[in-house]
Nanobody, 116 residues
Framework: QVQLVESGGGLVQAGGSLRLSCAAPESIFRISVMGWYRQAPGKQRELVAAITSGGATNYADSVKGRFTISRDNAKNAAYLQMNTLKPEDTAVYYC??????????WGKGTLVTVSS
């Protein structure tokens, strides 16, 4: 388990944008898969987006075309740019790191609230 620090959540109106950031330890970041999950009230946690160490990405269908995951290996950080936000995007967003052994680490989460 490594420490992940998320930031960037908050309250935004529908149609607006937010960018989430996740800082990870330098020693492992570059060789790990980074991801963002979210959990809305009363719902199961779901994968939003992931990015491999080589930069390959995948997205949940619900966010394709609106969200972009990226990583900056020089800063040991991953990002989730969220555009055209909808009320149904309201959730706690969690940063995750999967190391080459397949072990997952999770951040504490950051709340995103989208008002209609």
């Amino acid at each position: 388990q490594v420490q992940l620090v998320e930031s960037g959540g908050g309250l935004v109106q529908a149609g607006g944008s937010l960018r989430l950031s996740c800082a990870a330890p330098e020693s492992i970041f570059r060789i790990s898969v980074m991801g963002w999950y979210r959990q809305a009230p009363g719902k199961q946690r779901e994968l939003v987006a992931a990015i491999t160490s080589g930069g390959a990405t995948n997205y949940a269908d619900s966010v394709k075309g609106r969200f972009t995951i990226s990583r900056d290996n020089a800063k040991n950080a991953a990002y989730l740019q969220m555009n055209t936000l909808k009320p149904e995007d309201t959730a706690v967003y969690y940063c995750t790191l999967k190391n080459p052994l397949g072990m997952d680490s999770w951040g504490k989460g950051t709340l995103v609230t989208v008002s209609s």
